[in-house]
């Protein structure tokens, strides 16, 4: 699963075999320097889901 910032186009991964990817990448979002010091909340989108393979 990734997701990207929608400011800096940061890209997080998470991995969906733990359960929680969508938390892991919102905490590397979190921690990510971003560009834009005003990015506000949901910033970061989930853009792909691992549905492949
Ligand atoms: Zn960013």
Do not use: W
């Not at 320097?33 to 990015?39: I, Q, S, V």
């Amino acid at each position: 699963m990734l997701g990207i910032c929608e400011y800096c186009n940061a890209q997080f991964s998470g991995d969906p075999n733990t359960g929680n990817a969508q938390s892991a990448i919102q905490e590397q979002f979190n921690a990510h320097k971003c560009k834009r010091l005003d990015a506000s909340q949901n910033a970061v989108r989930v853009v792909r889901e691992a549905t492949d393979e």
